[in-house]
């Protein structure tokens, strides 16, 4: 059931956005691990040339408890999280992210911000232009309970 939801999420949020992505994912349900291989084609509808683009990786939040997420989850006090085991609270590992000519781009990800990712374009994106990137990465689905999440999330947004 949360995988459905998560792929639920992710499909509807490309569904409302400028932007295509195409979504290819293989399920290991007995891991609780998703293996996606993503093509993000990056619109560029301002009129600035644009040298990176930065994805926010909500999932690997999860990964620590020092996260802004872990401490927000303290703050609710939702301590399954906190006492969860490493494996149980999620992740995201890039395998890699290449452009269309399958040439690497590189990225980073802030130690302080772990939930954002920067790629550093191989070739810049003019305004009105498009690239597509393509990104391959797993996923562990947090163990947390859903019912807290959703209650998080809906407290964040009114």
Sequence with gaps: M?????????????????????????????NKTLFIKQELVYNNTSNDTINSIVLNDWNNAF????????KRFSDEFIRAFHLAKEDDRGYTKIRSIVDDNFKNIN?????N??????????????????????????????????????????????
Aim: proline share 2%; net charge positive.
């Design 63 to 70: 990964s620590s408890k020092n996260s802004d997420l872990g």
């Design 2 to 30: 949360k995988i459905k939801v998560l792929l639920f999420l992710v499909l509807s949020y490309t569904c409302f956005s400028q932007h295509y992505s195409r979504i290819n994912v293989r399920v290991n349900a007995d």
């Design 107 to 111: 990225w980073l990800r802030d130690e």
């Design 113 to 158: 911000q772990i939930d954002v990712i920067k790629i550093n374009l191989n070739h810049s994106i003019s305004p009105n232009t498009k690239q597509k990137l393509i990104l391959t990465y797993e996923v562990k689905i947090p163990m947390i309970d859903l019912q807290s999440l959703v209650l998080i999330m809906m407290a964040n947004c009114i």
